[in-house]
């Protein structure tokens, strides 16, 4: 076997995901050829897929040692630094690659991507057109302006990229599922009976299984719309079965970390801890996923003096690069730098922020799982304020089996029974801050939103320290703040009351799940 068949497997190992395999077979390549720049530049992909980012940049640094002009080595290096959040290197590095190709048309769409990243949406815009203009059928390129447009509630502008992607590509699945999730299916049987023919296919068994989990649930969705919940259930199933084989998650390690979250804040007295305040007021809005996180954010980042950042990762990123070792708190380093007139969480927390470029004073963070480091939270950032989204149980756990979220925070969600038990570690270690820092956290209903829009928003403002802005009851008319959540269309529309108590509809479906939310 030549060079080049070698590098064919090793290929098509990586376009199956099966990257432990690629690496060991680039390894034997580099072993006898060791400044290959394209192996390594693939061995770098390899570890990239596997998540070991760290060896995906020392791979593709030393393609860049033999071959200083490898662009594909210094694109990849650059998406390996914005998975690190080293985002100032990334984003030289595809500055430097559009200088020297103004044509390259991935660097363009990875570096329109941190642009998104950060909710810089006009900047991403144009170097998306930018690349349309090399080559105005290029998937990826359409795909991204098409969800970009759903994050600004552009809906007429999002359909038209994807019914473009259809046009070329009339079984990309992706685009069908992005499509479901803008569609109402009581006005549209058109589509649904595409995403049919797409299932009844001949050929349908050979579909990546990542791509069935995107045409199920987006049955799914349709089959819902339509009240039809025998079949709604039955793509719903097969969805959460499929991606849940496809993931490893071990329910022990939540636990674990949710009971030494505990263990370690029972006996830290917050009141003597005064640390250095931050220079901008953080609110943290956080919950169960489907809570109403989202709507809550889209109400008081409405006010003018509020700007909605969604969903960070960097609280949680900095408590575990800091305080976690193999799922244990260290206890001693919290209460050492809670002392430390220094607050490095608080400061590095806000670094990042800076990539933002946001004016207002007031930044919403409205990362669900917050609510595990509500300790942390209070001690590093004693001027934030810290809202609590809560909802009916059956009603959330139903919105998170019904949707697919590819964060790795999120592996719980595949399984009904999963879900249950994660709901109840939440609703444990939330009554553990609720009885130390009660007064700290301010709890806001889904159900008495609904019921009282205006009337609950008031409080709320109130409760950020803010005067009245009545912008905040009319929250569907503003595009201020972009949504990248599921939540996109939902959040968008005025306020409604079909989402309560949905619950109803899937109880015979889902009655391990709710019997064991009733325990």
Same mark, same amino acid.
């Given at each position: 076997m030549d060079l080049r068949e070698k590098i064919s497997i090793i290929q098509n190992l990586i376009a199956t995901n099966?990257?432990?395999?690629?690496?060991?077979?680039?390894?034997?390549?580099?072993?006898?050829?060791?400044?290959?720049?394209?192996?390594?530049?693939?061995?770098?992909?390899?570890?990239?897929?596997?998540? +070991?980012?760290?060896?995906?940049?020392?791979?593709?640094n030393k393609a860049l040692l033999y071959e200083p002009d490898n662009l594909a080595a210094l694109n990849n290096i650059a998406n390996s630094y914005k998975y690190l959040m080293e985002f100032d290197k990334s984003e030289e590095i595809y500055k430097t690659i559009i200088k020297k190709d103004p044509k390259n048309i991935k660097a363009l769409n990875n570096y329109a991507n941190l642009k998104l990243y950060f909710n810089d949406y006009e900047s991403a815009k144009t170097l998306l057109e930018k690349a349309l203009k090399v080559d105005d059928k290029e998937i990826n390129i359409l795909f991204s302006l098409a969800s970009s447009f759903i994050s600004t509630g552009d809906f007429d502008d999002a359909k038209r990229y994807i019914y473009k992607i259809l046009s070329i590509l009339p079984h990309h699945i992706p685009s069908h599922k992005l499509l479901s999730t803008i569609l109402n299916y009581k006005n549209d049987f058109s589509h649904l009976k595409d995403m049919e023919k797409i299932l009844s296919h001949k050929d349908f068994e050979k579909v990546p299984p990542e791509n069935k989990v995107n045409l199920y649930f987006a049955l799914g969705k349709a089959y819902e719309d339509l009240k039809e919940y025998d079949k709604s259930f039955d793509f719903?199933?097969?969805?959460?079965?499929?991606?849940?084989?496809?993931?490893?998650?071990?329910? #022990?390690?939540?636990?674990?970390?949710?009971?030494?979250?505990?263990?370690?804040?029972?006996?830290?007295?917050?009141?003597?801890?005064k640390k250095k305040i931050p220079n901008k007021q953080i609110i943290f809005i956080?919950?169960?996923?489907?809570?109403?996180?989202?709507?809550?954010?889209?109400?008081?980042?409405?006010?003018?003096?509020v700007t909605g950042a969604g969903e960070l990762p960097y609280i949680q990123s900095i408590i575990k690069d800091n305080f976690i070792n193999n799922l244990i708190i260290n206890k001693q380093k919290i209460i050492d730098e809670s002392i430390n007139e220094e607050n490095f969480v608080a400061e590095k927390y806000?670094?990042?922020? +800076?990539?933002? #470029?946001?004016?207002?004073n007031i930044i919403i963070d409205k990362a669900p799982q917050n609510f595990m480091w509500i300790g942390f939270v209070k001690i590093f950032f004693p001027n934030c304020k810290i809202i609590h989204c809560t909802r009916n149980a059956k009603d959330v756990c139903l919105s998170i089996y019904k949707n697919q979220f590819l964060s790795d925070e999120m592996r719980w969600s595949y399984s009904d029974l999963d879900i249950a038990k994660y709901y109840k570690l939440y609703f444990k270690i939330m009554k553990f801050w609720k009885l130390k820092l009660d007064e700290f956290i301010y709890d806001v209903n889904y159900e008495k939103i609904v019921e009282n829009p205006e009337e609950e928003a008031k409080k709320v403002i109130k409760f950020c320290g803010l005067e009245w802005d009545p912008n905040c009851i009319d929250f569907n008319k503003n595009k201020k703040?972009?949504?990248k959540t599921v939540s996109a269309t939902q959040?968008?529309?005025?306020?409604?009351?079909?989402?309560?108590?949905?619950? +109803?509809?899937?109880?015979?479906?889902?009655? +391990?799940?709710?019997?064991?939310?009733?325990?």
């Open positions: 099966k990257f432990s395999q690629a690496i060991s077979n680039c390894k034997k390549i580099l072993k006898k050829n060791p400044h290959n720049s394209f192996v390594h530049n693939l061995c770098g992909l390899a570890y990239q897929g596997n998540k +070991e980012i760290l060896k995906s940049v020392e791979s593709f719903l199933e097969k969805a959460n079965s499929i991606f849940k084989n496809l993931i490893k998650y071990n329910f #022990n390690e939540d636990e674990k970390i949710f009971n030494n979250i505990i263990k370690a804040f029972n006996e830290i007295n917050f009141n003597k801890f956080c919950g169960m996923p489907r809570s109403g996180t989202t709507l809550l954010e889209q109400i008081i980042s409405a006010h003018k003096k806000l670094s990042y922020l +800076e990539f933002y #470029n946001y004016e207002t703040t972009p949504i959040a968008r529309k005025s306020i409604y009351r079909s989402s309560i108590n949905s619950n +109803e509809s899937y109880n015979k479906y889902l009655k +391990e799940m709710f019997n064991f939310l009733d325990t």
